[in-house]
Nanobody, 115 residues
Framework: QVQLVESGGGLVQAGGSLRLSCTAS????????MGWYRQAPGKQRAKVAV???????NYAESVKDRFTISRGSAKNTVYLQMNSLKPEDTAVYYC?????????WGQGTQVTVSS
């Protein structure tokens, strides 16, 4: 089992920045992919950014050039640096991990961007 704990959400004005962190614990060896998804009220959960072992990254079009995903040196931590935030970025952000085909999710952290 893998446990994921997020931190770093909060309230920020449009144009501001936030940095989300997620730390994995438990059986963390062979985690292949980590990333972030978000769910806004009334909408489905959607991918924001993922990073695969080896460093390949993939971003949603709506966040390209504004958000940056990275992993810590210990590989059990993933970060999401969010710049130039917009009100439409308001959502609950969930950390995600993939290990041997099994998906794991954090409890979510709220990000609210005021206009």
């Amino acid at each position: 089992q893998v446990q994921l704990v997020e931190s770093g959400g909060g309230l920020v004005q449009a144009g501001g920045s936030l940095r989300l962190s997620c730390t994995a614990s438990g059986t963390i060896f062979s985690i292949n992919t980590m990333g972030w998804y978000r769910q806004a009220p009334g909408k489905q959960r959607a991918k924001v950014a993922v990073i695969i072992n080896g460093g390949s990254t993939n971003y949603a079009e709506s966040v390209k050039d504004r958000f940056t995903i990275s992993r810590g040196s210990a590989k059990n931590t993933v970060y999401l640096q969010m710049n130039s935030l917009k009100p439409e970025d308001t959502a609950v952000y969930y950390c995600y991990a993939l290990r041997y085909g099994s998906e794991y999710w954090g409890q979510g952290t709220q990000v609210t961007v005021s206009s």
